[in-house]
């Protein structure tokens, strides 16, 4: 197991607050008598309509907590919203939170620790959630790491960023599907992609594309590299003596490649049409699949093939098929006057198996808890009384990382939440100055991977450097 991926400092920030008009949460007591919570969520309509029942059951269930009120937000704007609640001393008492931002709460007071609020039976439940997902949210303020330590919020949610491939466009070639428990080699991902091109200016097919930040962190891990140092404060893809990480550039050269050899849209196709319609049109044989996209994958009106799932392909210097993971968690503000309530209310809603049934079943999210997932709902996709794909089970392996144990050649499973979800921003990576800012250049062949990884590295570090200066700045050293 790569510790530098799944042991490291968690000192994420939220974009500095532009003004806004704040949530207000009302954290006092009812006319009854009773303690009332406020939420603050972000959510679609259907969403809403599942989390509004399932606040119905849990006060039917705790009658003595009193009214439950879901402020909603949307997606666009909620972490202005957080920002400007938290400034202003307004904060819901539960409140969503990422795995990026709980250092800076906890250094900054905003968020409860869950510890000594948790009883025996609340623990049992929670050690049946996904591991990962759980460790996301943890914090050790005296050695500032993540993933150990104190636990602060509760996953809403657990999601992998999986790979779909087009069974239509296999049969129409002749191509024999992607073994369901082996993941593939590079140079096997490569063959079969190469057998499912068609050099058809009229009718073209790739083998997979490369949404680049969608893509290139499972290659990159799963061919045991890296972005960054163990502190998340240095770029390591260019060491200090000037040599080049190796797994690093060889997939920087795998990734170039695809395109050089026709294997994947070029840029200039990409722009002519994006990878994405590409792939819903039937014309590419790969693309990644998060859990949410697994709706629309199965909506005739937006992909009109059949399609499945298999694994990200493994570099020669892996040992395991990389996906990129995704959580957000529920938190309890820490000057809440019910912390007791809060933490209760957000017990409920990670672990209540009815409310993760229908959570589930709604097409929502995958089960937070495992015995759910790989039993009673495992059995429900198996025979189409939930409807998902065949190869249900990449992302239960995925989301169980180690407890998944091995494919039958050695491979391990990992689902990873990349290096740029822990840094105070993720400017190094996709801002003005950041990593991509000129990858397609690279992919069509104008730079070489040695090239751009020089190029890139000082603009990167700088970057990196003012984020954890505004960072200690913002906590107060």
Request: with cysteine; net charge negative.
């Amino acid at each position: 197991m790569n510790k530098r991926i799944f042991k490291r400092c968690l000192c994420g920030v939220l974009t500095a607050a532009m003004a806004a008009t704040a949530l207000v949460g009302f954290s006092g007591c009812d006319g009854g008598g009773n303690v009332g919570l406020t939420v603050m969520i972000y959510a679609q309509d259907h969403e809403m309509d599942i989390y509004e029942n399932m606040k119905n059951q849990f006060m039917e269930q705790n009658p003595e907590i009193g009214n439950v009120e879901i402020q909603r937000s949307q997606q666009d704007g909620y972490a202005t919203n957080v920002t400007s609640a938290l400034a202003a001393g307004t904060m819901a008492d539960v409140f969503y939170v990422e795995p990026a931002n709980i250092a800076r709460y906890v250094e900054q007071g905003q968020i409860a620790s869950l510890e000594q609020y948790l009883d025996e039976e609340q623990q049992a439940a929670i050690d049946d959630i996904w591991p990962d997902a759980v460790n996301a949210f943890r914090y050790d303020s005296a050695t500032k790491t993540s993933e150990t330590g104190d636990l602060y919020a509760l996953p809403h949610d657990y999601s992998a960023f999986m790979y779909a491939y087009n069974k239509t466009l296999f049969d129409q070639k002749g191509v024999a599907y992607p073994d369901a428990n082996e993941p593939m080699t590079w140079d096997q991902f490569r063959e079969t992609c190469a057998k499912l091109v068609t050099d058809d200016a009229n009718a073209p097919t790739w083998g997979c594309a490369i949404p680049t930040e969608f893509f290139f962190p499972q290659i990159l891990y799963g061919n045991g590299g890296h972005f960054l140092s163990d502190d998340m404060r240095t770029v390591d893809w260019v060491t200090a003596d000037g040599s080049y990480q190796q797994e690093f550039l060889d997939s920087m050269n795998f990734l170039q490649g695809l395109v050089a050899d026709g294997l994947a849209p070029t840029p200039a196709e990409d722009a002519a049409l994006g990878v994405y319609n590409r792939w819903c049109s039937g014309q590419i044989g790969f693309y990644p699949c998060g859990t949410w996209d697994v709706a629309n994958f199965n909506n005739p009106e937006i992909v009109n093939f059949d399609w499945d799932l298999t694994y990200f392909p493994v570099g020669p210097n892996g040992t395991y098929t990389a996906a990129r993971a995704g959580t957000v968690g529920y938190a309890v503000y820490a000057n809440s006057q019910h912390v007791d309530a809060a933490v209760a209310y957000i017990e409920f809603m990670s672990t209540n198996l009815d409310g993760q049934k229908e959570l589930a079943t709604g097409g929502i999210q995958l089960p937070n808890l495992m015995s759910y997932a790989n039993g009673e709902f495992s059995d429900q996709l198996a025979d189409g009384t939930v409807e998902y794909c065949d190869n249900y089970q990449v992302a239960f392996k995925y989301m169980g990382g180690e407890k998944s144990g091995t494919s039958p050649n050695g491979i391990g499973y990992r689902n990873v939440m990349p290096e740029f979800f822990y840094t105070p921003t993720t400017a190094w990576w996709n801002g003005s100055d950041g990593f991509l800012i000129d990858f397609s250049t690279f992919l069509e062949g104008s730079v070489s991977a040695e090239d751009y990884m020089t190029n890139t590295a000082a603009t990167c570090q700088e970057a990196l450097d003012t984020a954890w200066e505004e960072y200690e700045l913002a906590i107060g050293g």
